[in-house]
């Protein structure tokens, strides 16, 4: 995890940069058993972060980045500021089946005899599994 931070931290702040410098002035971060949790030593760092809508947004990106189902969580030593008991996981599945059920992408599977496969709802896929060559 350690090795993929920076990025992942770069891939948010391309997206949304406030949130990228909130993930950047955190302590830690770790990802274990499907569960990202950045760690702050202040509970001011991650206040904005908490909000159910920036919280599904975040779960998006790092879902999409890490390429697996994960739930963000934030802690703060000696504090019960920043607790995410939001599902925002849930979320972001509920959103993929929204679009898996979609009439467009039903239609186009009948079309092409085809099957849905991987659901992405970020803009772009970019991480440390995949690395996207841009010709600038």
């Known amino acids: 995890m350690r090795e993929h931070w920076p990025d992942f931290v770069s891939y948010v702040q391309e997206r949304i940069k406030w949130m990228g410098a909130a993930l950047n002035s955190s302590s830690s971060a770790r990802l274990e058993n499907g569960v990202l949790t950045v760690n702050y030593d202040e509970s001011v760092d991650c206040k904005l ?15 999409d980045f890490f390429q697996e189902e994960l739930k963000v969580t934030f802690q703060v030593p000696n504090s019960s500021a920043c607790s995410t008991d939001s599902d925002s996981a849930g979320a972001v599945r509920q ?18 005899n085809g099957q849905v496969g ?3 709802v970020g803009p772009r896929f970019r991480g440390p599994l995949h690395e996207e060559k841009v010709d600038e």
């Open 49 to 63: 972060l908490e909000s159910k809508a920036n919280l599904v947004r975040l779960t998006e990106f790092a879902m």
């Open 95 to 112: 959103e993929r089946q929204k679009l898996a059920h979609d009439s467009l992408v039903l239609a186009a599977v009948d079309i092409f």
């Open 118 to 120: 991987d659901i992405r």
